[in-house]
């Protein structure tokens, strides 16, 4: 090793920082899209029984 246990540690938690960046931003891409299909599939034409509000989402 060029930098010895230094640059070990350092670069042991630049690689933990660019993980978590990157698990964090596919479980933002997995939450988004099961959010629309939950929002298509499930919520798409229900009334709500106190008030009359139906909930389903307005095409783009």
């Given amino acids: 090793m060029i930098a010895g246990p230094i640059g070990s540690a350092c670069g042991g938690v630049a690689g933990a920082i660019l993980a978590g960046l990157i698990a964090g931003a596919a479980g933002c891409a997995t939450g988004a899209a099961f959010g629309e299909a939950v929002d298509q599939k499930i919520l798409d034409n229900w009334r709500c029984l ?11």
């Fill in 50 to 60: 106190s008030c009359g509000r139906t909930f389903s989402i307005q095409p783009r």
